[in-house]
């Protein structure tokens, strides 16, 4: 083979190679799945309101001698083995996919007016703001998800998990 058969084959390569690119697009999702991720070793303040009691948020304070929990009228101290499960919980909170992208269905996925929400504060800053609503429990999987979008935005996600338990 001489140079200029060479060089005919790599431009025909580079072509199939480009035109490969251009029409099999883009794959990926079309949705970031990180919803939330906290840094629970810096969260300082928990605040939950529940859809059971909208009117009522209970909140988990980190003192310089553990955690507290309080509601408007009492304060305990709160075990560090209650808190660190709503802290993993907390940590990272990925998307299995979108459910819906405008208010509309809210009622529908729980997450509108009085649903449960969680809010965390770091150094005074609130790093996480979650609305969670109701879960669907799929029998032929055998696996629970719950319904999670967060406050500022109108995308609700499906979220693998029962998330209203564990936090």
Known sequence: MNNRTLFIVLVALIGVFILS????????????PLIVEVDTSAVERIEITRKAVPDKTVTLSKGAVGWSVSDDSITVHA?????????????RIE?????ARSQDKWAEYEVGEGASRIVAYSRGKRVA???IGGFKF?????????YVRKS???EVYLVEGVLAMQL
């Open 138 to 146: 799929d029998q032929a999987r055998r696996s629970a998800s719950t």
């Open 129 to 131: 703001d979650l609305v």
């Open 21 to 32: 690119k251009v029409l099999k697009g883009d794959k990926s999702r079309s949705f970031d």
């Open 152 to 154: 500022d935005e109108d």
């Open 95 to 99: 998307a299995e996919r979108v459910v």
């Open 79 to 91: 075990p560090a083995k209650n808190v660190t499960p709503t802290l993993e919980a907390l940590s």
